[in-house]
């Protein structure tokens, strides 16, 4: 680092509140893209036909575990950013201004995780129990077999990424126009703050994933 290189102080006042969700918002936003283009690159992309003929998803070999952990990992990197938390989220309402596609791939991602992802509450996922009756059973005294049962949603559908990735993209710059404005905002207020105060804020600690780990440790 240069002798003379700025340092980086923390500035957390409330002017700057709505900037700092905004970068958690588009660092998740990021991570969805991502996500959906893994998805489409391993099994859901047009490039992956062999011919003409191949129906990407049903003649593709699918490593369903893969799949579904990265849809789970989408569609919480996506629904996160419309829940309330330490930080402020985005407005899904801005949605209906829009193409209704987008509002209805919303719609699904955040049912998904809220439903499915994070509870079981609907058909998303059944749990059932069957008995197996014989063709000659005359009494239920019969039956031999009682078999518990789990069926599931298995992920986004192979066409659903796609969808995903532009609902995302469409997000990403509402964000970025968003963090344009409001680091003018901001700069503004620091311009108008004394250096000391600033100073007495101190640097960004690190974030590595040992403080992390200690961090949810100490919530618990």
């Known amino acids: 680092?240069?002798?003379n290189a700025p340092t980086e102080y923390l500035f957390p006042v409330q002017a700057a509140a709505?900037?700092?969700?905004?970068a958690g918002l588009q660092a998740d936003l990021e991570m969805v893209?991502?996500?959906?283009?893994?998805?489409?690159?391993?099994?859901a992309g047009k490039h992956l036909a062999k011919t003409p003929f191949d129906i990407v998803g049903f003649t593709t070999p699918v490593d369903f575990?893969?799949?579904?952990?990265?849809?789970?990992?989408a569609c919480v990197a996506y629904a996160r950013c419309f829940l309330s938390g330490v930080r402020q989220s985005l407005d899904a309402e801005e949605l209906n201004a829009t193409d209704p596609t987008l509002r209805t791939g919303h719609e699904f991602v955040?049912?998904?995780?809220?439903k499915h992802v994070a509870h079981s509450v609907n058909a998303f996922e059944q749990n059932s129990v069957t008995v197996s009756v014989g063709a000659d059973c005359v009494s239920s005294a019969e039956?031999?077999?009682v078999t518990p049962r789990h069926q599931r949603q298995t992920g986004l559908s192979f066409d659903f990424p796609a969808k995903l990735k532009i609902l995302a993209e469409?997000?990403?710059r509402r964000v970025s126009e968003e963090v344009s404005r409001e680091r003018e905002l901001v700069l503004q207020v620091a311009r108008g703050t004394p250096l000391a105060e600033i100073r007495a804020y101190g640097?960004?600690?690190s974030t590595s994933s040992n403080d992390r780990n200690a961090a949810v440790g100490k919530r618990r």
């Open 33 to 43: 893209v991502g996500y959906c283009d893994r998805m489409i690159e391993r099994y």
């Open 203 to 205: 640097t960004l600690k």
């Open 170 to 172: 469409w997000w990403l």
């Open 1 to 3: 680092m240069p002798a």
């Open 110 to 114: 955040v049912a998904l995780r809220n």
């Open 143 to 145: 039956i031999e077999a």
């Open 65 to 73: 575990m893969d799949w579904e952990a990265l849809s789970t990992a």
């Open 18 to 22: 709505r900037l700092a969700s905004l």
